[in-house]
């Protein structure tokens, strides 16, 4: 599907921006709408994964008693 396929153009270019809010709008419609081309395209691009994937816990700051 073309659409799919202007998605999965956007999310990559989001990706690159890292704009990783645009990034988990577009992975979430393109998951919804064809969950096939989600998993084999938007969770191989390591750019997307990155934004898809939780943060990272920030380490606790020592705390100078």
């Given at each position: 599907?073309?659409?799919?396929?202007?998605l999965?153009?956007?999310?990559?270019?989001?990706?690159?921006?890292?704009?990783?809010?645009?990034?988990?709008?577009?992975?979430?419609?393109?998951?919804?709408?064809?969950?096939?081309?989600?998993?084999?395209?938007?969770?191989?691009?390591?750019?997307?994964?990155?934004?898809l994937?939780?943060?990272?816990?920030m380490?606790?700051?020592?705390?100078?008693?």
């Amino acid at each position: 599907d073309s659409s799919i396929a202007q998605l999965v153009k956007q999310c990559e270019a989001a990706a690159a921006k890292n704009d990783c809010v645009a990034v988990r709008s577009i992975a979430a419609k393109i998951a919804r709408q064809d969950p096939q081309t989600y998993k084999n395209r938007v969770l191989k691009n390591a750019g997307v994964t990155r934004c898809l994937a939780p943060p990272a816990p920030m380490e606790a700051a020592p705390i100078d008693e």
